[in-house]
């Protein structure tokens, strides 16, 4: 069983940016890790993935080209370094070892106000 702590979130500004960590314990047979979010009120909403075996990744184009997902795979630790933050990006981000959340941490709040 996996084991997932994030953490690094906060009160950014609009247009800021902020890295989130992802501390990953435990093993999976999964080949991916992934940033899911929630927003107030809305359902979990898949953010990005990266293939720990190619290091391929995916993104969701609301967020494309703007995050990058990263891991040091001698620290397990799964990153998110999100720029130019948008106030609609203001939820509660968690990693997941699946796209849907299913198995997530306890996640990291991100609040973009000014």
């Known amino acids: 069983e996996v084991q997932l702590v994030e953490s690094g979130g906060g009160l950014v500004h609009p247009g800021g940016s902020l890295k989130l960590s992802c501390a990953v314990s435990?093993?999976?047979?999964?080949?991916?890790l992934s940033w899911v979010r929630q927003a107030p009120g809305e359902e979990l909403e898949w953010v990005s993935t990266?293939?720990?075996?190619?290091?391929?990744?995916y993104y969701a184009s609301s967020v494309k080209d703007r995050f990058t997902i990263s891991r040091d795979a001698a620290k397990n630790t799964l990153y998110l370094q999100m720029n130019s933050l948008k106030p609609e990006g203001t939820a509660v981000y968690y990693c997941?070892?699946?796209?849907?959340?299913?198995?997530r941490g306890q996640g990291t709040q991100v609040t973009v106000s000014s």
């Open positions: 435990g093993t999976s047979a999964r080949n991916t």
């Open positions: 990266i293939n720990i075996r190619s290091n391929n990744t």
């Open positions: 997941s070892t699946d796209t849907a959340g299913r198995n």
